[in-house]
């Protein structure tokens, strides 16, 4: 049972260049989440979905998309990534019918310059 | 979903509780109080959550005051790897109409020392 995994772990890119970052979940949980974390920040939702085919914005939803094909899968894209996008950003998910514990995933560093 | 208030950073001793406040004077009374922490680099953890009645787990104590509008994670014996930076947020429980999004302030730094 590996929880919730995210890929890849560390990236760089270019501005401009477009990247998809994959969250995979093996608790069949019903919810999940796209955060990012700037520097000494708390976390900010950019997108979540409460079911497969079902996505929805959060607070800084601007310049990215997401879909969710598979329950297990959250992808968010960045179609033209800029520097304001540089963060650490964390996957979650949880069970439908729970409170609201999260899991969340490890982390994605990216950095574009 | 109301704003929480925690101070910037603490400091313990290792082996002695750490008593972690946390203002929310506007909660309604359907919203709970969660703890999650955040230990550096890696993802958050839930750590402890509670309505009105003080709640206790393997990890943590939380007690609510009775007007609700604050509320003190405890860690009885904190250890080092309880170093972390923890965030109290106040938001709607469960059920298929909540969404669960949780809104993340700064949170408050413990820093336990030897």
């Known amino acids: 049972n590996a929880g919730v995994t995210q890929t890849p772990k560390f990236r760089v890119l270019k501005t401009g260049q477009s990247m998809t970052l994959l969250c995979a979940q093996d608790?069949?949980?019903?919810?999940m989440y796209w955060y990012r974390q700037d520097p000494g920040m708390g976390l900010r939702l950019i997108h979540y979905?409460?079911?497969?085919?079902?996505?929805a914005k959060g607070e800084v939803p601007d310049g990215y998309n997401v879909s969710r094909l598979k329950k297990q899968n959250f992808l968010l894209g960045l179609e033209s990534a800029a520097p304001s996008q540089t963060s650490v950003y964390f996957c979650?998910?949880?069970?439908?019918?729970?409170?609201?514990?999260?899991?969340f995933g490890p982390g994605t560093r990216l950095t574009v310059l | 979903d109301a704003k929480t208030t925690q101070p910037t950073s603490m400091d313990c001793a290792e082996g002695r509780a750490a008593n972690l406040p946390c203002n929310h004077s506007?909660?309604?009374?359907?919203?709970?109080v969660y703890w999650y922490r955040q230990i550096h680099s890696q993802g958050p953890q839930y750590i402890i959550h509670?309505?009105?009645n003080n709640e206790t787990n393997e990890m943590a104590s939380l007690i609510i005051t009775e007007d609700r509008k604050s509320s003190t994670l405890i860690l009885p014996h904190a250890t080092l790897r309880d170093t972390a930076v923890y965030y109290c947020?106040?938001?709607?429980?469960?059920?298929?109409?909540?969404?669960?999004?949780?809104?993340f302030g700064q949170g408050t730094t413990l820093q336990v020392k030897p």
């Open positions: 979650a998910s949880r069970r439908q019918s729970s409170y609201n514990e999260q899991f």
């Open positions: 608790m069949n949980h019903e919810y």
């Open positions: 979905s409460v079911g497969e085919g079902t996505t």
């Open positions: 506007t909660i309604s009374g359907n919203e709970y």
């Open positions: 509670g309505l009105k």
């Open positions: 947020i106040v938001g709607v429980q469960h059920g298929s109409s909540n969404t669960g999004k949780l809104i």
